[in-house]
């Protein structure tokens, strides 16, 4: 490490933590409260993932509206991460709340289908194309589904993934390549996981890699975003989906599209507003505004194949016929009812207008101040989402972002930015719109950006 780069470390060292002193300072409560979680919680919150806010420690939430959350300490936040995207509707959505009050007056669950659900299932292949569809918990579940029958109907056991995805809690997926070396991510500790048996990995965006690992003819699947969002936002290169499509059809192999956080692109997501023509597509997090679900359909080629070797059931046989993917929460009559007011009702092609445009001016005002203070950032856009990156130039692969990341300054950024109101994915520095997302909301971004990066010219950092 040179004289200068150390100094550099030194002095954001020395900015978060007086950032995160800021935020004890001013969130007394919550602090209380992350100490008191701490005595019952596996990692302080109801998920883990929760301890990842920058200040040190999460805010504790007293109510939601909209794109605002208030706080125990009664500080008011506008909430660009919407739940990592799960509330990309908006919190409390009155059509939501409306719809998910009048369906648990009538029942939550009774593993029974509901009216509404052929409603919604009409409408998921109006959007996303002709298929037959599933209801899951999660996405999660829904790719761990989508894996399972790739290997039902071709034989094969390996999954190829892009070095760096993020496929919610899918085994097959926590791999990444690092100084040439495959190996897990996500601090999952390598016992008893043999990735080599079930994975093959290669950088996104390169052609010849992905040739290459489906010549061995082992691959039942590609699992894939339409472009990767979960390791910083890495746009996809023109005609590689074209590629992709080819190529695994070549193979043999199905070709899974998770537009769990690309259906920011639209209300039929990055799939229809750019022809994809996947063999399974899911969806997760916000399909259902915010109640737990995920979605995945089968072409009708795909399911031909699986019902060619599990048979709809006979009524007449008792038999187990789970497939090895579903619960016994999956569609329930609460999801559905919710579900059905989202497509209806909020994520409408109006509404993803306003909230596209609001993230174009977001997007537009950030780059102004990266220009005009000669910064090597860029801002990346797909739909409703933007992401501020610490990089020249919008990474190809996981490998770029792996040589390009500045995690210190992300950190040193989300913390101020929490200090000044705002919420961002703690994860990276994504920033989603919901249908309530103002222009105001907006300005206010821009003012708080154009703080942060007078801080790191008042210290010397830049």
């Known amino acids: 490490m040179t004289t200068a780069t150390a100094e550099r470390a030194g002095i954001l060292n020395r900015l978060l933590d007086a950032e ?12 209380e409260a992350w100490q008191e979680g701490k005595r019952n919680f596996l990692y302080g919150g109801p998920s883990h993932w929760m301890r990842r806010w920058a200040g040190g420690f999460p805010i504790y939430v007293d109510e939601a509206s909209g794109a605002h959350i208030r706080d125990i300490d009664g500080r008011d936040y506008i909430d660009f991460c919407l739940g990592d995207t799960g509330g990309m509707c908006g919190h409390a959505p009155e059509a939501v709340t409306e719809a998910a009050m009048r369906q648990l007056k009538r029942g939550a669950t009774m593993m029974l289908p509901t009216e509404d659900s052929l409603w919604v299932g009409a409408e998921l292949s109006r959007r996303f194309g002709p298929r037959y569809w599933t209801l899951t918990t999660s996405a999660t579940d829904a790719n761990r589904a989508a894996i399972r029958i790739a290997r039902m109907i071709t034989g094969r056991r390996k999954v ?11 085994e097959e997926a926590h791999v990444e390549i690092r100084n ?4 897990l991510r996500n601090m999952i500790h390598p016992n008893g996981i043999d990735h080599d048996a079930v994975s093959r990995v290669v950088e996104f965006n390169d052609v010849a890699a992905l040739e290459a690992a489906l010549t061995h003819g082992d691959v039942a699947c590609v699992l894939a975003e339409p472009l990767m969002t979960n390791f910083g936002m890495i746009p996809v290169d023109a005609g590689y989906h074209r590629t992709l499509r080819e190529l695994t059809r070549r193979a043999g192999a199905v070709l899974i599209i998770d537009e769990t956080h690309t259906l920011s692109s639209g209300p039929g997501g990055f799939t229809q507003a750019h022809g994809l023509e996947p063999d399974i597509f899911v969806a997760g997090k916000t399909i259902a505004g915010g109640i737990p679900a995920g979605i995945f359909g089968l072409s009708p080629e795909i399911a031909e194949r699986l019902w060619a070797l599990v048979p709809h059931v006979n009524p007449r046989e008792r038999q187990s016929a789970h497939l090895g993917f579903g619960g016994t929460l999956a569609g329930n009559a609460l999801t559905v009812a919710t579900m059905r007011a989202v497509l209806e009702k909020v994520l409408t092609p109006e509404n993803y207008e306003h909230m596209i445009a609001t993230a174009t001016r977001l997007a537009n005002e950030a780059r102004g101040l990266i220009a005009d203070n000669r910064l090597p950032w860029h801002v990346t856009q797909i739909g409703a989402r933007a992401e501020i990156m610490f990089m020249p130039e919008p990474p190809r692969s996981g490998a770029d972002v792996i040589a390009g990341r500045q995690p210190d300054l992300e950190t040193l950024l989300h913390a101020f930015y929490m200090n000044e109101g705002i919420l961002v994915t703690p994860f990276h520095t994504m920033l989603l719109m919901c ?12 003012a708080v950006f154009g703080r942060f990066i007078e801080l790191l010219r008042k210290s010397g950092v830049m």
């Open 20 to 31: 995160q002193d800021r935020f004890r300072t001013t969130h007394p409560r919550a602090a």
């Open 160 to 170: 190829l993934v892009f070095s760096g995805c993020y496929h919610g809690g899918v």
């Open 180 to 183: 040439g070396r495959v190996g």
């Open 435 to 446: 249908p309530a997302t103002s222009a105001q909301d907006v300005e206010r971004h821009t």
